[in-house]
């Protein structure tokens, strides 16, 4: 009787380490940390037109609201 409770109890901690892995995993990515991710994965040479883009976005925005670049 009580290697059927051991079992019983080791088979319960198993199906709950499975589920918290499968909610864990199953959690939607941080869009900028995937982004940043990404980018980071690129040698410098590939992620140069993306920075460029950025930067462009960045010094429209800056112009829109009348501020000066260093």
Do not use: K, W
Request: negative net charge; charged residues 35%.
């Amino acid at each position: 009787m009580t290697v059927a409770v051991v079992i019983a109890v080791v088979a319960a901690l198993i199906v709950i380490a499975v589920v918290v892995v499968i909610v864990r995993r199953r959690r939607p990515a941080d869009g900028v940390a995937t982004f940043r991710r990404q980018i980071d994965a690129l040698s410098p040479e590939a992620r140069r037109p993306v920075v460029d883009r950025v930067q462009a976005l960045e010094d429209d925005d800056d112009d829109e609201r009348g501020e000066r670049h260093a």
